[in-house]
């Protein structure tokens, strides 16, 4: 899943993203990214027992602890912990399970696709919204997306 259409369309259906492994740290990847994301629209559903608040939010000790929906699950843990978690989005109705940049799990990956949920690998969440949704390009970069349609916000 990592064609430019794929990644717009889960990035446009997605509203509520739970991260596992969000970090409390203003200078972790994870923050920095959640940070980004939220200040674009996204709400923002920590997911780390070690912290009861972050950038906000409440945080949850684990998936299946969030009384509300989950559209994409953003996971920022090592890729041996991926298994259970894919689980965890299943059971919690999520419709995307996304692992970060250096996280691939072939095992999670099959289960979830296996239970219909679209699966993302070794990218991550903040990275593609900016290159596919103009992010990058504000700042002089080549975001890559060469296209002749029409981008549109989300």
Sequence with gaps: MSDILTL????RRAHTLAIVGLSGDWYRPSYFAAKYM???GYRIV??????????????YPDLVSIPFPVDL??????PKDCVPIARDAIAIG?????????????EARKIAEDAGLDVVMDRCVKIEYARLFG????????????????????
């Design 8 to 11: 717009r369309r889960l990035l």
């Design 38 to 40: 939220q200040e674009h």
């Design 46 to 59: 920590p997911v780390n027992p070690k912290y009861p608040e972050i950038l906000g939010e409440k945080s």
């Design 73 to 78: 699950v953003d996971v920022f843990r090592k």
């Design 94 to 106: 999520a419709k995307t399970l996304w692992l970060q940049i250096g996280v691939v799990n072939e």
């Design 135 to 154: 992010g990058l390009n504000w700042l002089g970069v080549n975001t890559g997306v060469i296209s002749s349609r029409r981008q549109t916000a989300l």
